[in-house]
């Protein structure tokens, strides 16, 4: 393993309780037990438990659930935290809060939330607090994130890992279910409720800067219920607040370049000297070897803040016995944003020095060093993101018992999804980078947890101030980008449920139509502005500037547990708020350089669906032994329509020796494209009492979950510049969508048995196996897009095939530095005889080019393709259903009360394996498919609820997981170091009425980690730290 893994000694609590369905999409054979379940008013963790084992125990298939321990007190703050004790749930964290879920290793877009039995929209822009690949996270999910979501409001989660006829197509992993509280249930006439207030310490504010924040944030929370006398009308209204504020320090590298080793060593493609005079330990002894070498490495110091809303009302109102309506409406908003500051190193290559790990497979470059012939830029780049995400419901419903055996249900809602930036100036990420044109020397090691920088500075003027050391006269600007990416979705949905009763043992007939709509809009404008550029043309000009805004601090100082190891220069960083030195630097370039839109998009995809279902559920008894089967056919039908607004872009220029920017056109161009699918999707739930504390169980289903939306778009676009010039191997990128994919169709086999041995305990072990087609894969084709040319593929006839020609006769290497130059000069002099007169004056000793010079050119030429140049041949790829996948594995839960004594211990574990990973041999040119998510996980807790002290102790556990894959240009995966956290909670009854409490997260600061195709290979490492909440409740 990468770092050492801490075994945290504690025990579970997998708080799974809840009444089985209560709304008309779900499945009602669960409402007897439900409404004698709901009767039971009994507060704490022990009678919490005590529901939610008869309701694993008396129902059909397998469906797990939490509730509300009290009216407003749910067991965890978040909702993903309290999930992720139930079996086969793991969870997706940012900022150490949880976000999303993975259910039997199928991640948060093969998983399907409804709001009380309601198709719930999804929108999502993951900028705050991601690694450098967020700035740029398009909202192209159906994935819900669960942090929306305030915990109080919540009376009970429901997790449907079989299909049912009666509940929603779209998980293949599960359906959760979110119910909320409405005003006839289980209430009594006056008015209840509950309010509450915490203050949360996030020990992470410990490291703040400045004035930034508060070390203790509030939560407040309060829950009404009023019911007339009659019980015949009621309304319930809940509101919550809660703020947090913030810090957090993490590392990450850009990409990892892939080559075979033989690609590595040819001087030729800029990664070693000629003739030997780089320096490689140990060198791979298979030329086909993959060998991995960084781009860059960084380190990040983040401070931030999360704000979040909630409120809900409902009105019930029966005129009749037999008949009651129910409107009832959501709203929640989520708003973050962090102001994040780097400190990065990049390499101008070649390199003087390599050490690679003896991976066989894939050797990574563990130590790299170079010495350059004159400077170049420590980037200090600063950084804010800011989004908004809200969340709007409201519904309809109406419940008649046309006769004591007759029930219909009509249900209908509006909901709607919007993730959108939050910054002032409309962005959901804004980029400034600045850097210090004055590294003579550094190298980069990757043998611990993150990488440690080591370089010397030479800040002799033009190129710095000329003091000896790094400060801030010594900053030049570069560029500034902008990100502002958004998206939403509309659901409107009307169903209608009937249940006809066929006994008075259970036995019953249920039907229904649903039909629903859904409008999803992706949009995205990015833009870039040129200010010193990448080169750095006008060093001190951050000084003159913008010099009130830049402070100077350590940045490496922040770290506790990952260590950079810094000392000297590293020492010295650089912070401001991103878009104070945006607005002041911009003015200044902009009659030169004005912005430009480099990247606009415009996806919107329509789905209808219609569907209907029948069900039959049967109660009888098998041998003497009580048995009830459910079955039934879901039959759907859903028409996909996409729409693209594509910005045909006019240019790719080529601004440095590894840069390129697309230069948005001003030509417009639709694109759409139509889908359409049938499925129909049997189910089987049997259910027999071997005896009576030993239950059996098996289950068959079919179940799909739609294509992501990014995979629908009709556009065509360029995610991908080339990371070098394609002459020396540079590979662009193109894509495309595919809106006639069909969803993915999983065949579903459970089989279970639960011993309850007494009271409150039990010992339950289930196995699954899913057999899915349709997997979207990849289709890759060579075409160009557009009509763009490359400027730097040394076509014939070309301005870089001029410069290739040209290095080649003097003996230079044909790096990316020396291939842009040369041509950059051709451009320049339109003579390659003057380019190489110019090229050989500004060479020193030993052959190389004078890294001043180059740095000047780089900042003042950018070169534009003509027509001598060769189109670009892009890799473009597709989504295609193309892939299938077989995953298996097993489930164990127990829960154990020692008598009366007020303690009880409770575990759960869960081993998934399946044939669909990522191959890590496997060539970089290429796309993989592989499923995310799948993972391990376990969990343990001890429990105690006695004489109104109600604590716990909880461990969750989730193995190494696939975050994503083809990532970069080398199409690497993003895998996710195995993480375990320990929470405890506590709560005391002072009175029947009055309650406090004491909370603790992630007590032994478990970190984040991520990395590619080995665990030196970092994309992101995390420091994540305690967080503490100390409330009160009050209950009436």
């Known amino acids: 393993m990468k770092r050492l893994r801490r075994l945290h000694a504690s025990a579970s609590c997998v708080a799974i309780t809840a009444a089985v369905l209560a709304t ?9 037990n439900q409404n004698t379940v709901d009767q039971v008013i009994i507060t704490g963790i022990r009678a919490s438990l005590e529901r939610s084992i008869a309701i694993k125990r008396d129902n059909s298939g397998v469906v797990d659930a939490i509730s509300a321990e009290d009216m407003g007190k749910f067991p965890d703050t978040n909702l993903a935290e309290s999930l992720q004790r139930i079996t086969g749930v793991s969870i997706d964290r940012t900022n150490g809060e949880g976000s999303q879920v993975t259910v ?10 409804t709001l009380n039995g309601r198709s719930m929209p999804t929108a999502k822009v993951a900028a705050v607090g991601g690694d450098q690949s967020s700035d740029s996270a398009a909202g192209t999910s159906r994935s819900f994130d669960f942090s929306n979501l305030a915990s109080e409001g919540v009376t009970t989660l429901e997790v449907y890992k079989t299909g049912r006829a009666a509940v929603p197509s779209g998980g293949i992993g599960a359906t959760i279910n979110v119910k909320t509280r409405r005003p006839l249930d289980n209430a009594k006439p006056g008015l209840t409720g509950s309010i509450g207030v915490k203050g949360a310490y996030d020990t992470s504010m410990d490291k703040k800067v400045d004035d930034f924040g508060s070390k203790i944030t509030p939560e407040a929370s309060g829950l009404v219920n009023w019911v007339n006398d009659n019980e015949t009308f009621g309304v319930t209204l809940f509101g919550s607040y809660q703020k947090r504020d913030f810090t957090s320090r993490s590392a990450t590298s850009n990409d990892w370049n892939m080559r075979t080793f033989a690609q590595f060593n040819d001087p030729a493609n800029g990664f070693v000297r000629a003739g030997g005079a780089t320096q490689i330990v140990n060198a791979p002894s298979n030329p086909n070897t993959l060998v991995a070498i960084p781009n860059d490495s960084r380190y990040h110091f983040a401070q931030g803040e999360r704000e979040r809303i909630n409120g809900q009302a409902s009105v019930q109102y029966r005129p009749v016995e037999n008949f009651k309506v129910t409107l009832d409406g959501l709203y929640a908003q989520n708003k973050q944003f962090e102001r994040r500051n780097d400190s990065s190193n990049w390499f101008n290559r070649p390199f003087d020095k390599v050490v690679f790990d003896t991976n066989p ?5 563990l130590l790299t060093q170079e010495t350059l012939s004159g400077t170049k830029d420590m980037g200090f780049e600063q950084q804010y993101r800011a989004t908004k995400d809200t969340l709007k419901s409201i519904g309809l419903n109406a419940d008649w018992d046309v006769t004591d055996k007759f029930k219909l249900t009509l249900d209908g809602h509006i909901s709607k999804a919007d993730s959108r930036p939050d910054a002032s100036n409309g962005a959901s990420s804004t980029a400034v980078a600045i850097g210090a044109p004055i590294i003579a020397s550094h190298q980069v090691d990757y043998s611990g947890e993150i990488p440690v920088q080591t370089f010397t500075i030479n800040d002799a003027a033009p190129r710095g101030n000329g003091n000896g050391k790094l400060d801030i006269g010594d900053l030049g600007s570069q560029v500034a980008r902008t990100w502002a990416e958004r998206q939403r979705q509309d659901v409107k949905e009307i169903r209608l449920d009937g249940r006809w009763d066929l006994d008075d043992k259970g036995s019953r007939f249920d039907f229904g139509v649903d039909y629903r ?13 040129d200010l010193g550029t990448w080169g750095i043309s006008a060093p001190g000009d951050v000084q003159k500037y913008a010099g009130s805004l830049v402070k100077q601090f350590c940045l490496a100082c922040q770290f506790d547990d990952f260590n950079p190891k810094q000392s000297g220069p590293g020492l010295v960083s650089f912070r401001a708020n991103a878009l104070d030195l945006y607005n002041a630097l911009s003015p200044v370039y902009k009659a030169v350089n004005p912005v430009q839109v480099t990247g606009q998009d415009d996806n919107r995809v329509k789905e209808d669906i219609a569907a209907a279902y029948a069900q039959v559920t049967w109660k009888a008894e098998l041998a003497g032994m009580p048995t009830e089967l459910v079955t039934g056919v879901r039959y759907e039908t859903t028409k996909t329509k996409s729409t693209s607004l594509v910005r045909v872009p006019s240019n790719i220029i080529w601004t440095a020796d590894n840069d390129f920017s697309v230069i948005a056109g ?12 049938h499925n129909l999707l049997p189910s089987m739930d049997f259910r027999i009492d071997l005896r009576d504390n030993l239950t059996g169980r098996f289950s068959f289903s079919r179940t799909i979950a739609r294509p992501e939306y990014g995979n629908l778009f009709a556009s065509a676009s360029i995610p991908g510049n080339p990371n070098r010039p394609t002459a020396n191997g540079g590979i662009p990128l193109g894509a495309s969508g595919n809106p006639g994919l069909a969803p993915l169709i999983s065949d579903n086999f459970d089989v279970s048995l639960e011993w309850y041995y007494k009271p409150s305990s039990y010992i339950s072990i289930g196995f699954f196996d899913k057999q899915v087609t349709n997997f979207v894969g990849t289709g890759t084709q060579m075409q160009n897009l557009f009509g763009l040319r490359d400027a730097s593929a040394a076509g014939p006839g070309s301005r ?5 020609n040209a290095l080649s006769g003097i003996g230079a290497s044909q790096t990316d530095v020396n291939l842009f130059t040369m041509t950059a000069l051709i451009q320049q002099t339109g003579s390659v005889a003057a380019a190489t007169a110019q090229y050989q004056a500004h060479r020193i000793a030993g052959g190389d080019l004078d890294q001043t010079y180059a740095d000047q050119i780089l900042a003042a030429i950018d070169i534009t393709p003509n027509s001598s140049d060769p189109l670009y041949n892009f890799q473009v790829s597709k989504p295609i ?30 081993k998934v394996s399946g044939d ?16 995310l998510g799948l993972s391990d996980t376990a969990n343990a807790t001890l429990i105690y609820d006695k004489h109104g002290l109600s604590a716990r102790v909880a461990y969750n556990w989730r193995d190494r997981f696939l975050q994503a894959t083809n990532r970069g240009g080398g199409r690497n995966p993003v895998n996710v170091e195995p993480f375990g956290q320990v929470d405890f909670s506590v709560s005391y009854d002072v009175t029947p009425k009055l309650s406090l409490s004491f909370e603790g997260i992630n007590l032994t600061n478990e970190h984040l980690r991520t990395y590619a195709r080995d665990e030196n290979e970092l994309w992101f490492a995390q420091e994540l730290d305690r967080r503490f909440l100390l409330g009160a409740r009050y209950r009436f």
Not at 104 to 113: A, C, D, I, Q
């Open 517 to 529: 709509t859904s409008k999803m809009i992706q949009t995205n404008i990015q833009t870039q502005q």
């Open 881 to 910: 259903n193309n892939k299938t996948g077989k995953i298996h594995g097993f489930e164990i839960a127990a829960q154990h009360f020692f008598g009366d004594t007020g303690f009880g211990v409770a575990g759960a574990y869960t």
């Open 800 to 804: 870089s095939e001029a410069a290739k």
């Open 666 to 677: 001003n030509t417009y161009q639709p694109v759409s494209g139509k889908g359409s699918y």
């Open 361 to 365: 497979v894939v050797a990574t470059a």
């Open 104 to 113: 039997r290793g199928f991640g948060p877009s093969f998983n399907l939330v």
């Open 916 to 931: 669909v990973g990522f191959d890590n041999a496997a060539n970089p040119n290429e796309d993989q498919f592989a499923l």
């Open 24 to 32: 008309p999409a779900f499945a009602q054979q669960a409402q007897d």
